[in-house]
C-alpha cells in the first residue's frame, strides 16, 4: 500500500500544473499551493500541507459531503455545505491576501 502511495506522489509531483497567473504577472493566485498541499497530504506532512494551503481542510470535507449527498442523503446538508463554503473562501482569501503582502 505504501508503495502505491509513493508512486503516486512521485506521478503527481511530475504532472503538477504551472500556475498560469504567477507565469503571465509573477504573483501567486488563490489557488496557489494547493496542488502541492495535496502531496503533502498524501505523503503524510500535514503540518506542511496546511501552510501550502490552509483552505485544503475545509475543501476536502466540502467535496466529500457533495460527492456522498447525491448517493445518500445527508442531514444538515445545507448547514454544513454553506458553514464549509465560508470557511473556505475566507481561509483561501485570507492566505491570499498573506501571501501578497509577503507576511505568510
Known sequence: MRIKLLL???VLEDYMLPCFSK???G???PGCGLQRSVAFLIRGDFVEAFKMYPAIYTL?????????NRFITIKYYNNLVI???ISSVLLILTNYILK???LH
Open 100 to 102: 501578497l503582502l509577503h
Open 27 to 29: 504573483i501567486d493566485c
Open 8 to 10: 503516486l506522489l512521485i
Open 23 to 25: 507565469q503571465l504577472f
Open 83 to 85: 458553514a464549509l463554503s
Open 60 to 68: 476536502i470535507p466540502l467535496a466529500l459531503i457533495l460527492i456522498t
